[in-house]
Antibody, heavy 122, light 106 residues
């Protein structure tokens, strides 16, 4: 079955960077975009950007441009999200998800990784 | 493109019906609207895509409707396991989510 398994929790100091992995399995890695999202405590879901595993192309949300980098390793069928210059407001649970593009132009995120908790604290 | 969900919280007894609203700041085409269920500590789960198509394994107690700027998720015969936050999402213009509606089962 399709699975996305993320790396474990992280504790970082302000100003540091964090790199989270999303290991995929159960489908053709290059055929589906992978998106990254996050949920800060008490907040809703926020889209961060996406990576095309086939060619490596990316698209980032304006809020994160200049601070986020999304990459992939085709051999490992793994996608990575690195967020730099961390601040306390980046404390959140980070999710990866596969975009499915279907009949009639329908789009959805399915499935999602289990989430990675990142805490930014001095 | 902003999605506004209302109300923020709903509370029901088991067996009742919940009606969740998602309003967009501009028109959204039907293929571009999805709904997710998010239980605490778990990954969000796809419920509905293409406005009204249930995802694999989703029971017919969950119904999505709507068009243009107004979309609705209806949950019939509520069960305790339906306690969660429900999000609408649009792909019409980039990707955004509504603020969520929390459904509590008494």
């Amino acid at each position: 079955q399709v699975q996305l398994v993320q790396s474990g929790p992280e504790l970082k100091r302000p100003g540091a960077s964090v790199k989270i992995s999303c290991k995929t399995s159960g489908y053709t890695f290059s055929s589906y975009f992978i998106h990254w999202l996050r949920q800060a405590p008490g907040q809703g879901l926020e889209w961060m950007g996406m990576v095309n595993p086939s060619g490596g192309g990316t698209s980032y949300a304006l809020n994160f441009q200049g601070r986020v980098t999304m990459t992939r390793d085709k051999a490992a069928t793994t996608v990575y999200m690195e967020l730099a210059s961390l601040r306390s407001e980046d404390t959140a649970v980070y999710f990866c998800s596969r975009e499915v593009y279907g009949v009639g132009g329908s789009r959805r995120f399915d499935p999602w990784g289990q989430g990675t908790r990142v805490k930014v604290s001095s | 493109l902003v999605l506004t969900q209302s109300p923020a919280t709903l509370s029901f007894f088991p067996g009742e019906r919940a009606t969740l609203s998602c309003r967009a700041s501009q028109d959204i085409s039907s293929p571009s609207l999805a709904w997710y269920q998010h239980r605490p500590g778990q990954a969000p789960k796809l419920l509905i895509y293409y406005t009204s198509t249930r995802a694999t394994g989703i029971p017919d107690r969950f119904t999505g409707t709507g068009s243009g700027t107004d979309f609705t998720l209806i949950i019939d015969r509520l069960e305790p396991d339906d306690s969660a936050v429900y999000y609408c999402q649009q792909f019409q213009n980039s990707v955004t989510f509504g603020g969520g509606t929390r459904v509590e089962i008494k």
